[in-house]
């Protein structure tokens, strides 16, 4: 049983269309976050929700909006995507926001704009 | 925020040899420091981690070190085997107020030499 996953696994997209992923864990969690790593590796949290609400929004554009319908689910919605998104984008989550909660992340989603 | 700087980049060691990764953060109040391990197209697998008010811990063949004076701490792999090889992150986290995030440090690419 996979505790946190993410679909799709690949999405490869045309600059200037709207795309979706999306997140889920059965850890039953509180928190969950969403990771950007780049082509250098270098992982950078983009957001964080606590019980479906946002408590971290990094310096990200508009055009990504996080949706967390329930606390099992942190969705990512992009618009007009752009040729710097493409990166791999990692979902995690934590039991809740306490300092020193380990954070488990998903196999992450390779975005690849043309 | 935190900064996490994270040495070397890349490091290469013999089959057997020990292997050490080096990271200093920047701010005082950080109490949680976590390792992560991520293969080729795999997902970041915490290894260890450890919290502000222990020195060191180990699990099998895997150390961490921790000098909150010098704001630094370090992963020691011993006796390592060509499955080692992966890219390591370091990150720290901050108990401060309205704080819940991990800064991650830039990664080391370790390969083990058979």
């Known amino acids: 049983d996979t505790a946190v996953s993410q679909t799709p696994k690949y999405l490869v997209t045309q600059m200037g269309n709207d795309k979706s992923i999306k997140c889920e864990q059965n850890l039953g969690h509180d928190t969950m976050y969403w990771y950007k790593q780049d082509s250098k590796k270098f992982l950078k949290i983009m957001f964080s929700?606590?019980?479906?609400?946002?408590?971290i929004n990094e310096t990200v554009p508009n055009r990504f909006s996080p949706k967390s319908p329930d606390k099992a689910h942190l969705n990512l919605h992009i618009n007009s995507l752009e040729l710097g998104d493409s990166a791999v984008y990692f979902c995690?989550?934590?039991?809740?926001?306490?300092?020193?909660?380990?954070?488990?992340f998903g196999d992450g989603t390779r975005l690849s704009i043309l | 925020g935190e900064n996490v700087e994270q040495h070397p980049s890349t490091l290469s060691v013999q089959e057997g040899d020990s292997a050490v990764i080096k990271c200093t953060y920047s701010d005082s109040a950080s109490n949680y420091f976590p390792w992560y391990k991520q293969e080729l197209g795999k997902r970041p697998q915490l290894i260890i981690d450890i919290r502000s008010n222990v020195g060191e811990k180990k699990d099998q063949r895997i150390a961490v070190t921790l000098n909150k004076t010098a704001k630094h701490f370090s992963l020691h792999i011993t006796e390592t085997q060509p499955e080692d090889s992966a890219v390591y992150f370091c990150?720290?986290?901050?108990?401060?107020?309205?704080?819940?995030?991990?800064?991650f440090g830039k990664g080391t690419k370790l390969s083990v030499i058979p």
């Open positions: 995690a989550s934590s039991q809740d926001v306490g300092a020193s909660q380990p954070q488990h």
């Open positions: 929700y606590n019980n479906k609400e946002l408590i």
């Open positions: 990150a720290a986290r901050y108990s401060g107020a309205g704080s819940y995030q991990l800064t």
